[in-house]
Nanobody, 123 residues
Framework: QVQLVESGGASVQPGGSLRLSCVVS????????MAWFRQAPGKEREGVAF????????ALSDSAKGRFTISLDNAKNTLYLQMTSLRPEDTGMYYC?????????????????WGQGTQVTVS
């Protein structure tokens, strides 16, 4: 399995940009789906960006399309979420997550490993 540690959360103004990082340690040689989820106060957790480590294929939620980019730097074992044109509704705790995966329907998995979260506030 892997361990995940997020960083990069901050308070930014609407329209601003932010890059979140998730350092991945442990058994990184397996095929994983990796993702960024967020949870706003009083709302359910939602997946915003997904990446399949075997192919590099990515997927974004409708709210993230055109504004967010998910990427993986294998040399640094770090997953990123680049966020631009941030909106107040992007506010929430952002979590990095991973699950061992045999195929790249990453939005369909139940994720088994989670980081501690990093707070993003847009106001």
């Amino acid at each position: 399995q892997v361990q995940l540690v997020e960083s990069g959360g901050a308070s930014v103004q609407p329209g601003g940009s932010l890059r979140l990082s998730c350092v991945v340690s442990g058994n990184t040689q397996m095929r994983y789906c990796m993702a960024w989820f967020r949870q706003a106060p009083g709302k359910e957790r939602e997946g915003v960006a997904f990446l399949y480590t075997d192919s590099g294929n990515t997927a974004l939620s409708d709210s993230a399309k055109g504004r967010f980019t998910i990427s993986l730097d294998n040399a640094k074992n770090t997953l990123y979420l680049q966020m631009t044109s941030l909106r107040p509704e992007d506010t929430g705790m952002y979590y990095c997550a991973a699950v061992r995966a045999g195929f790249d329907h990453c939005a369909t998995y139940d994720y088994t490993t989670w980081g501690q979260g990093t707070q993003v506030t847009v106001s």
